[in-house]
């Protein structure tokens, strides 16, 4: 059974800085894109970024552009978000995401709160 772990959520004042981790399991990593997601309350679940299997592409809306980098360490198994310029409206639970031979997996989530 896949596995992804988040860590790294917070609190945190506007304009500050945070850096999210997703660490994956039970299926070969290099292999897939991986993705974190976001929902805020009350909201739907939105996409904040993707990075395809090897690192080469990423792909953010625009909301985050600028402000969010996806990485991964595929010796690790690690996924990462750093975030800056946090907004209050980037305030949500943020999800690790994997499609892995058609299903979708999540993790837990991480809590992200930004305000002063």
């Known amino acids: 059974q896949v596995q992804l772990v988040e860590s790294g959520g917070g609190l945190v004042q506007p304009g500050g800085s945070l850096r999210l981790s997703c660490a994956a399991s039970k299926f070969i990593f290099r292999n897939y894109g991986m993705s974190w997601y976001r929902q805020a309350p009350g909201k739907e679940r939105e996409l904040v970024a993707f990075?395809?299997?090897?690192?080469?592409?990423?792909n953010y809306p625009e909301s985050v552009k600028g402000r969010f980098t996806i990485s991964r360490d595929n010796a690790k198994n690690t996924v990462s978000l750093q975030m800056t310029v946090l907004k209050p409206e980037d305030t949500a639970v943020y999800y690790c995401n994997a499609r892995v031979n058609g299903v979708v997996y999540w993790g837990q989530g991480t809590q992200v709160t930004v305000s002063s």
């Open positions: 990075i395809s299997s090897g690192g080469g592409q990423t």
